[in-house]
């Protein structure tokens, strides 16, 4: 891996979970979405795609964690990410689709929060070869915040 995730004295639960906390303050707003897709980068990005891509990111990293700590390889990930725009992330984000969302983030944010307390600083640190660090990937899925911020908080 690459650019190294830099560190400081947060506790990696409180790294991801804080980073939700943002996400979801910002897709409160989403209902409000006029359909247009907002361009970041070299990409678009709409409610759904946001959610979507947090939610990935979440789910591929917390395997990648649950594997270094029980001690076997990782499964490389084959998601699109972002470069594709799928027809259900055009759709309208509605109430539901708000809620849905906040459902599937906070139960990840209490798996990530269970995780990363649970392990000892010891395995929080603990490197294989290359590979990021547990801490080090609760660091780097703070760049989550980007997908949310890519449409930030509508009116």
């Given at each position: ?79 699109h ?8 992330d ?66």
């Amino acid at each position: 891996m690459t650019d190294t995730p830099e560190t400081d004295g947060r506790h990696p639960a409180d790294v991801v979970t804080t980073m939700i906390e943002a996400c979801l303050a910002r897709a409160a707003t989403w209902p409000a979405w006029d359909g247009v897709p907002r361009p970041v980068d070299d990409r678009v990005y709409t409610p759904h795609k946001a959610v979507r891509r947090i939610t990935d990111h979440l789910i591929d990293h917390l395997a990648e964690i649950e594997a270094r700590l029980a001690g076997v390889p990782t499964i490389p990930d084959h998601w699109h990410a972002s470069a594709i725009t799928t027809a259900a992330d055009l759709a309208p984000f509605t109430a539901e689709d708000l809620d849905e969302a906040r459902s599937r983030l906070s139960r990840l944010a209490q798996l990530y929060e269970l995780r990363l307390r649970a392990a000892g600083p010891a395995a929080l640190d603990r490197r294989d070869g290359d590979a990021w660090s547990p801490r080090q990937i609760a660091f780097h899925l703070e760049g989550s915040l980007y997908y949310a911020d890519a449409l930030g908080f509508l009116r």
